[in-house]
């Protein structure tokens, strides 16, 4: 094979004409096995939402199940028991990636943010996440955005900071893209409508454009996932199948170019029903009761 077949190759990703259901979970279980580099990570029971308490042998418990396969644990909340996640994670020799949660709810992001500079002074976060997709949910302004993210830079000097939304906020916003020491990209092709023979390529494209984005600074796909259960959205279909394949094709990706990679998710979570329908319960490589699903 030729350099530039092989490089056509891992643009389109692997081909699965030929393989069976039982071929895909293997390729699965290989590539978990063999470690991939980060998980999204949610210690939410079933019954749970956000705003629930979270204990720590909840925490110690979920992330017992999913430390043999990955390097990084990325967090999304700073409160409710969520702060305690990092310090867990570090005993168990994970890096972490700690999100502050923001919105328009100016109280609870004061404790958001304290909390988070008392995780970063204790040693407990490699990587910072002021807000998650705060844009995307018109919550907060670009400057009220900005206003936080230079906070936690005075606050937190030994940070790296960055801030997690689609991709194309950064492209979008040249001064978010700007403040940000590491772009934090989520790219998901499902939810832009992308059939699953092309969502690879798809996704890759998101990555560059962030990447452009950032003129040379890191850019860390800070989630990307497909559902394996739910509705249809346009021309992105939910199954298992799907799942696996874009799993297959995110994960060999990412091993063979070094893209950091927060696959999103490591639990099913009933709660997201609410949020983003039938289908929003069923990202995990998990599922509610912890068992892994392929």
Request: glycine share 8%; net charge negative; charged share 25%.
């Amino acid at each position: 094979m030729s350099f530039r077949s092989e490089k056509v190759l891992s643009l389109v990703g692997e081909d699965f004409q030929q393989k069976t259901a039982d071929d895909l979970a293997r390729m699965f279980k290989v590539l978990l096995d063999g470690g991939i580099h980060g998980l999204c990570f949610s210690a939410y029971l079933e019954g749970q939402a956000p705003g629930s308490i979270l204990s720590e042998q909840q925490i110690r418990e979920r992330i017992a199940i999913i430390k043999p396969f990955i390097q990084w644990v990325r967090t999304f909340s700073c409160s409710d028991g969520s702060e305690l996640i990092p310090a867990i994670a570090k005993e168990n020799g994970l890096k972490t990636m700690v999100g502050a949660w923001l919105s328009d709810d100016k109280e609870k992001n004061e404790e958001e943010i304290n909390n988070l500079i008392q995780v970063v002074k204790s040693g407990n976060a490699d990587l910072v996440a002021v807000g998650n997709e705060v844009l995307y949910r018109e919550e907060l302004t670009e400057e009220e955005l900005l206003g936080y993210i230079s906070r936690v830079k005075k606050l937190a000097p030994e940070a790296q900071v960055g801030y997690v939304d689609a991709y194309y906020e950064f492209v979008n916003r040249p001064a978010l893209a700007n403040a940000c020491d590491v772009i934090f990209a989520n790219c998901y092709p499902f939810w832009e409508g992308c059939h699953i023979d092309y969502s690879h390529v798809y996704m890759q494209n998101m990555y560059y454009q962030a990447l452009g984005a950032g003129k040379g600074k890191r850019v860390i796909i800070s989630e990307t996932g497909w559902p394996n259960i739910g509705t249809a959205f346009e021309a992105s279909v939910p199954n298992t199948e799907n799942a696996l394949r874009y799993f297959i094709n995110t994960q060999k990706w990412s091993r063979e170019e070094g893209i950091e990679v927060m696959y999103f998710s490591s639990f099913d979570e009933s709660w997201k029903v609410g949020v983003e329908g039938d289908v929003g319960a069923f990202w995990g490589l998990w599922d509610k009761n912890g068992k892994l699903k392929y």
